[in-house]
């Protein structure tokens, strides 16, 4: 957990499921992810099971407002190993969030555990160029634009014109001491991230069942 007054970034479980699969799925956010297919119910619980809890360089976390989920934020293309120290980041934010407190807070909650929690040096991002809210955003953050090339050294997410590239930097960074980063996710030297283990009730049913 990291948290800040009534704004907290929780690791996405099995609960948090379905609201990210409808999220995703609305079309006004739908048109700006990487991936715009619709995903049903077993395929987001597919994908959770077999792609991201086997995984060791993902993180993603559900935005909190108090008792209200609004958004996601994510980390993949983790690297500790090099004296680069970098991750790709992602956001998506219910709609009326948009260009809010809410999504600033949730970068800023974002940035304390990068750069505080993982002791990161670069963070980089790629933004469709018709989200202007998520560009002002990351611009308001102090991310700077970089050429696609440039992008290509941290992270894997294919190269394409209708994207715009940034890149966020721990000198550009300020801690704020505000923000506590439960001691569960104070993972400062290690090169692998504790994932959820599911239980058996989680595991989907055979298609024969």
């Not at 809410?102 to 469709?128: K, N, P, Q």
């Not at 239980?199 to 989907?204: A, E, K, P, T, V």
């Amino acid at each position: 957990m990291i948290l800040n007054g009534k704004y907290r970034l929780d690791p996405i479980a099995v609960g948090d499921l379905e609201f990210a699969r409808t999220l995703r799925n609305t079309p006004c956010i739908n048109k700006y992810l990487s991936n715009t297919d619709n995903r049903s119910k077993e395929q987001q619980l597919n994908w959770y099971l077999n792609e991201y809890v086997p995984t060791a360089n993902q993180q993603r976390f559900v935005v909190m407002r108090k008792q209200e989920k609004i958004g996601f934020v994510s980390l993949s293309d983790i690297n500790l190993r090099n004296e680069e120290r970098s991750a790709y980041a992602g956001i998506f934010m219910s709609q009326k969030n948009w260009g809010s407190h809410a999504a600033d807070m949730s970068l800023a909650l974002l940035a304390e555990y990068v750069f505080r929690g993982l002791c990161l040096e670069t963070v980089v991002a790629r933004i469709i160029k018709e989200n202007k809210s998520t560009i002002n955003l990351a611009r308001r953050m102090g991310c700077i634009e970089i050429t696609a090339q440039e992008f290509a050294k941290y992270s894997t997410p294919p190269i394409d014109g209708a994207f715009m590239y940034f890149k966020y930097l721990r000198t550009n960074w300020k801690e704020n001491a505000s923000i506590k980063i439960n001691a569960n996710h104070e993972l400062i030297n290690l090169a692998a991230f504790p994932k959820p283990v599911p239980d058996s009730s989680q595991i989907l049913p055979s298609s024969s069942a």
